[in-house]
T-cell receptor, first 112, second 113 residues
Framework: GQQLNQSPQSMFIQEGEDVSMNCTSS?????WLWYKQDPGEGPVLLIA?????ELTSNGRLTAQFGITRKDSFLNISASIPSDVGIYFC????????????FGKGTKLTVNP | KAGVTQTPRYLIKTRGQQVTLSCSPI?????VSWYQQTPGQGLQFLFE???????NKGNFPGRFSGRQFSNSRSEMNVSTLELGDSALYLC????????????FGPGTRLTVT
């Protein structure tokens, strides 16, 4: 089945630093999504990408849908303490009716 | 608009028992998907219901089942609980079948002892 490799698994950064994380797939995806999960809560959708090469921003967050359609990147600029959490990528394959596949997450710690 | 709600939030059960979890989607959303989240495996898809019919199913044993009611509320049942079933169970709703913009509830933390 489809698998997503998300890296890095964890990051420890200082407040104000920029962050970059990525996801790669063994197969082509039609849609890429990025979620953030706070402790004790469900994931919250941050950014959705629907087209190869698409670059979308949401405040300090920017995500890109890779040209090969097998990868996606999420960047966070000028990190703040409330950026702490686990970030998940998710993708949907070409079938349109396929289930979402999730990466295992990147745990972000921001030191003030 | 109220978000996705899940009840109960926390549950402790004994091995061999069964459990039923409930999910109420966002008003107007007709699709409900269930996921199991564990530290080792991440988010694993269980199944999706749309218009009271299971439309998609993940690779879980038959002990995991679900249903959806006419008001789109959904329940998930796990029979003959095993220690490995301890996890956070999340449901997510979307407007349409296989909708990618899924909105998650806070989850039910199930502990099996």
């Amino acid at each position: 089945g489809q698998q997503l490799n998300q890296s890095p698994q964890s990051m420890f950064i200082q407040e104000g630093e920029d962050v970059s994380m990525n996801c790669t797939s063994s197969s082509i995806f039609n849609t890429w999504l990025w979620y953030k999960q706070d402790p004790g809560e469900g994931p919250v959708l941050l950014i959705a990408l629907y087209k190869a090469g698409e670059l979308t921003s949401n405040g300090r967050l920017t995500a890109q849908f890779g040209i090969t359609r097998k990868d996606s990147f999420l960047n966070i600029s000028a990190s703040i303490p409330s950026d702490v959490g686990i970030y998940f990528c998710a993708g949907q394959g070409q079938g349109g009716s396929e289930k979402l596949v999730f990466g295992k997450g990147t745990k972000l710690t921001v030191n003030p | 608009k109220a978000g996705v709600t899940q009840t109960p939030r926390y549950l402790i059960k004994t091995r061999g028992q069964q459990v039923t979890l409930s999910c109420s989607p966002i008003s107007g959303h007709r699709s409900v998907s269930w996921y199991q989240q564990t530290p080792g495996q991440g988010l694993q898809f269980l199944f999706e219901y749309f218009s009271e019919t299971q439309r998609n199913k993940g690779n879980f044993p038959g002990r995991f089942s679900g249903r959806q009611f006419s008001n789109s509320r959904s329940e998930m049942n796990v029979s003959t609980l095993e220690l490995g079933d301890s996890a956070l169970y999340l449901c997510a709703s979307s407007l349409f079948y296989s909708g990618v913009d899924q909105y998650f509830g806070p989850g039910t933390r199930l502990t099996v002892t």
